[in-house]
T-cell receptor, first 114, second 112 residues
Framework: KAGVTQTPRYLIKTRGQQVTLSCSPI?????VSWYQQTPGQGLQFLFE???????NKGNFPGRFSGRQFSNSRSEMNVSTLELGDSALYLCASSLAQGSYNEQFFGPGTRLTVL | AQSVSQHNHHVILSEAASLELGCNYS??????LFWYVQYPGQHLQLLLK??????LVKGIKGFEAEFIKSKFSFNLRKPSVQWSDTAEYFCAVAEGRRALTFGSGTRLQVQP
């Protein structure tokens, strides 16, 4: 069974631009969560989608948004990029919502904002 | 808000040494507890988890963790580390259907 895939793997943008990251969950998984990983802040939860609805949201500004499609694939969008948005963005999928379901992580998308 | 503390940021051990990594969380209610590991160049993966029952849980690759409710702790242990255990270890906590809150991570370096 294929794991969680994320595209692109690397991205370089400039301040003020916007970016869209994509995540394909493991087949059969309906929940997708997004995390931001930085050396200073560690792993921080962005949001979780289940059945195309946002179920949980972390403490990030509205510039960070996401969506989930009917096939459970998810996209994350960051508008008006800032230097501090440079990070590894991780996607994790699980069978269903809630921490009782094991999350499987993808390789991440490394975003660099210049 | 929930917070998770991992007091050891960088640990260096020789092969065959014993390992204990500390994890403390702030919430006093019912929580689910996890340890994840990130080997160099690999994805984050689950080592072990605790939901309820026996507070001593065993995970993959010989790791175990003990939940001590009175101390709000979930420390990770391994009796004898190997060079292949070199990785970054993350403790995470969640309340029911809420999202995971991760600790800042502990970088373990095992010297042959």
């Amino acid at each position: 069974k294929a794991g969680v895939t994320q595209t692109p793997r690397y991205l370089i943008k400039t301040r003020g631009q916007q970016v869209t990251l994509s995540c394909s969950p493991i087949s059969g998984h309906r929940s997708v969560s997004w995390y931001q990983q930085t050396p200073g802040q560690g792993l921080q939860f962005l949001f979780e989608y289940f059945s195309e609805t946002q179920r949980n949201k972390g403490n990030f500004p509205g510039r960070f948004s996401g969506r989930q499609f009917s096939n459970s694939r998810s996209e994350m969008n960051v508008s008006t990029l800032e230097l501090g948005d440079s990070a590894l963005y991780l996607c994790a999928s699980s069978l269903a919502q809630g921490s009782y379901n094991e999350q499987f992580f993808g390789p991440g998308t490394r975003l660099t904002v210049l | 808000a929930q917070s998770v503390s991992q007091h050891n940021h960088h640990v260096i051990l020789s092969e065959a040494a014993s390992l204990e990594l500390g994890c403390n969380y702030s919430y006093g209610g019912t929580v689910n507890l996890f340890w994840y590991v990130q080997y160099p160049g690999q994805h984050l993966q689950l080592l072990l988890k605790y939901f309820s029952g026996d507070p001593l849980v065993k995970g993959i690759k010989g790791f175990e963790a003990e939940f001590i409710k009175s101390k709000f702790s979930f420390n990770l242990r391994k009796p004898s580390v190997q060079w292949s255990d070199t990785a970054e270890y993350f403790c995470a906590v969640a309340e029911g259907r809420r999202a995971l809150t991760f600790g800042s991570g502990t970088r373990l370096q095992v010297q042959p």
